[in-house]
């Protein structure tokens, strides 16, 4: 592109540091806007993994919980890769 | 419409005392009486922005304790009938004032004045509280950087959780060749994150710069770009339905080249 070939003769980058900062400020609202701290989505995934290692062998060291934004609406993404499912006996799980 | 108007930011730098005193000049030289009322005891601005810092005898916790009458601390200008200033004490710290006794000298102020424009200090503590206690209407002015709007975020809350509902934005020291480059978050970009009505943009200006350095709202400068979106401002808070200014059609020599080849 022209514009592209006159930015570039002017000195100017083609990559949009203001997406990045956009980007970055989006992320960090998330977090600031649901109030919860590093601490607290810790003490969450321990308790989460606590819980789901009663039914399934999970991989701890790869698991990963974090806040993400979707249009108008913040959501809890937990990322818990299975190993194994355990098979528990009727009885135990009613 | 309300009358009792706090300027906030939370982040500190951003241009609080220096809307204010431009909003302020602004609506007085509407033809409108105003006071503003410098609430960041301890780390007084608002005189020096408007070159009022020789005349200061009481200040807002001379009043608050009683030790002077409300009207003796009461500083007028002299460039603008309408404009009043309330100093904030110098040697006393955020304490000296309690969130009753600014909603109790708002009440007072809103008696006399048709406007009562509060410059908040910067931080979410006990002085953004006082700033805030006697308010019905806010401002949160931004710049646009990540830090800014990120704090501008979180004083919108404060303010909505404290009863201050539909707060409006006004986004301060855009740099409209940068915006341009793809190097600064646009108007939209801010709105989008923020969700706030716009009050007004202010564009990055020299003639802020050298207007403050001696004393003069640039308000009053007639000439200048920033001091055009302030006396905007100034009526879109009376009510009035002023269009946005045209910051694209400013030059530069890139943009003049994009012209003359046809990219524009």
Known sequence: MLLDFLNRIFGRDSSNSKDVAKERLRLVLVHDRASASPELLHALKADLIKVISKYMEIDEVASEVSLDKSESQVALVANIPVKKVKHISQSKSL | ?264
């Open chain 2, 1 to 264: 419409m309300s009358k009792v108007i706090v300027v906030t930011s939370g982040k500190g730098g951003v241009g609080k005392t220096t809307t204010t005193a431009n909003v302020g000049a602004g609506l007085a030289a509407l033809g409108h009486k105003v006071v503003l009322v410098d609430a960041d005891i301890g780390l007084r601005n608002l005189d020096v922005v408007l070159g009022l810092e020789n005349r200061i005898v009481y200040d807002i916790v001379d009043v608050t304790s009683g030790h002077c009458r409300l009207r003796q601390a009461i500083i007028k200008d002299k460039r603008l009938p309408g404009l009043h200033l309330l100093p904030a004490a110098q040697t006393k710290d955020k304490t000296a004032v309690s969130p009753e006794q600014m909603q109790e000298l708002c009440g007072e102020l809103k008696k006399e004045y048709e406007y009562v424009i509060i410059d908040c200090p910067a931080g979410i503590e006990r002085g953004f509280k006082n700033a805030i206690a006697g308010a019905e209407r806010a401002i949160v002015v931004t710049t646009p950087e990540v830090s800014a709007v990120r704090d501008a975020d979180r004083i919108i809350g404060l303010l909505e959780s404290s009863g201050l509902s539909s707060p409006e934005l006004i986004i301060n020291r855009l740099r409209i060749n940068m915006v341009k480059a793809g190097d600064m978050m646009s108007i939209d970009d801010i709105l989008e994150i923020l969700a706030i009505d716009l009050l007004g943009v202010v564009p990055d200006d020299d003639e802020v710069v050298i207007s403050t350095n001696k004393g003069e709202p640039v308000v009053l400068n007639e000439k200048s770009l920033s001091g055009k979106a302030y006396r905007n401002i100034s009526r879109r808070i009376k009510g009035e339905k002023v269009p946005f200014l045209n910051l694209e059609s400013e030059g530069g020599f890139l943009n003049a080249l994009r012209r003359i080849i046809g990219l524009k």
